[in-house]
């Protein structure tokens, strides 16, 4: 088919739009733009080849100077969008959530965020659906000062549940995870795979973990 133009303001190098499928032949786009004052991540649905404006206009983001990492995106089971995305909020970047629900976005339980809100930068974050509606999401955060960490929580459209206590699943001998993917599994634990390199040798490995319900296994 024809190409259909998302938005004009969409640069090749502006944060990585993602296109997230909702299973029903539909499909939302989100992406940021910088509209001439600050950062601000956006959504519009694609159906039959046309885009619609999921958020009238306004940016589902707070809105800051430096640039929204548009990361992830699910459909919860009672048919809300979910996005996470990464933004500086005044003392880190820090993984942030939105929420779109009949057509209007919320911020996801910003008072009991998913990173822990002492620790460092957050990056490179992953989102599943899970079996039972809920959604999964994986990300990385430096704790203790230096050293990145790979996390799991589990989000059902309110609240955010660990899903391995804040333990990390890598080695402090292994540099920044980078590349993560979260599968959901049936039986509801994750597959979770990333890369990162060894700090002694300098090779990059590829790693594999299986996350339960409050645990790694």
């Not at 990385?140 to 990390?168: E, H, I, P, Y």
Request: negative net charge; contains cysteine.
């Amino acid at each position: 088919s024809a190409p259909v133009v998302a938005d004009e303001g969409i640069q090749a190098d502006h944060r990585r739009p993602l296109l997230i499928p909702d299973g029903s032949g539909r499909a939302t786009l989100v992406y940021s733009r910088f509209t001439g004052t600050a950062w601000h991540l956006f959504a519009r649905r694609l159906e039959n080849g046309v885009f619609t404006d999921m958020n009238g206009g306004n940016a589902i983001d707070s809105g800051v100077d430096t640039p929204v990492m548009v990361s992830a995106g699910a459909h919860l089971g009672d048919g809300r969008l979910v996005v996470a995305f990464l933004q500086d909020n005044g003392f880190r970047q820090a993984v942030l959530m939105s929420v779109c629900s009949n057509g209007s976005w919320t911020t996801a339980s910003p008072e009991s965020s998913m990173d822990d809100p002492t620790g460092g930068r957050s990056d490179a974050v992953a989102m599943t659906a899970m079996p039972n509606g809920s959604v999964a999401v994986v990300f990385v955060q430096t704790v203790a000062g230096a050293d990145s960490r790979l996390f799991a929580s589990a989000f059902d459209g309110t609240n955010w549940t660990k899903m391995n206590g804040g333990a990390a699943i890598d080695s402090a001998d292994l540099g920044f995870p980078t590349r993560i993917t979260a599968v959901a599994r049936q039986d509801g634990r994750l597959l979770v795979t990333y890369l990162e390199e060894d700090n002694n040798t300098g090779v990059q490995r590829v790693f594999a973990a299986v996350v339960g319900a409050s645990s790694i296994e």
